[in-house]
């Protein structure tokens, strides 16, 4: 049986909220807006679900939310395996990056990647 996404989110979501930078000049503590977080745990849900990430891969998704001011944003997220061989990625890693591009870290709040995955996430006022 799969999990739901709302179980999902009640076990993974106080450990997101608190996603800050690794960069030690840029830690922060955000209040996403649930909708962010409801929509970034989907897509990362999704893609753990759908197995490996291939090598050179891209998957995108985007949407319509309105972000912690009131204001429509136009949410649009990315992941790329640039790395040298498959990856199968946890729905938990690729929602914590996701969640660190949201507020501004650069690269997911990492300066390399080891396993050649990157993650961006774009919003603009829609």
């Known amino acids: 049986m799969k999990p739901s996404?709302?179980?999902?989110?009640?076990?993974?979501?106080?450990?997101?909220?608190?996603?800050?930078?690794?960069?030690?000049?840029?830690?922060q503590y955000p209040d996403h807006p649930v909708e962010v977080v409801y929509a970034l745990l989907g897509w990362g849900c999704e893609l753990e679900t759908?197995?490996?990430?291939?090598?050179g891969d891209k998957r995108?998704?985007?949407?319509?939310l309105r972000d912690a001011d009131g204001n429509d944003v136009c949410l649009n997220v990315e992941?790329?395996?640039?790395?040298?061989?498959?990856?199968?990625?946890?729905?938990?890693?690729?929602?914590?990056?996701?969640?660190?591009e949201y507020v501004g870290c650069p690269y997911g709040g990492r300066r390399e990647?080891?396993?050649?995955?990157?993650?961006?996430?774009?919003?603009?006022?829609?």
């Open 50 to 55: 759908s197995g490996q990430l291939r090598r």
């Open 79 to 100: 992941i790329t395996n640039n790395g040298h061989k498959d990856y199968s990625v946890e729905m938990k890693q690729v929602t914590d990056a996701w969640m660190r």
């Open 5 to 27: 996404i709302l179980t999902l989110a009640s076990a993974t979501l106080p450990g997101l909220s608190m996603a800050k930078c690794f960069n030690k000049d840029s830690n």
């Open 60 to 64: 995108a998704w985007h949407t319509g």
């Open 113 to 126: 990647y080891a396993d050649g995955l990157e993650y961006a996430i774009c919003k603009r006022r829609g």
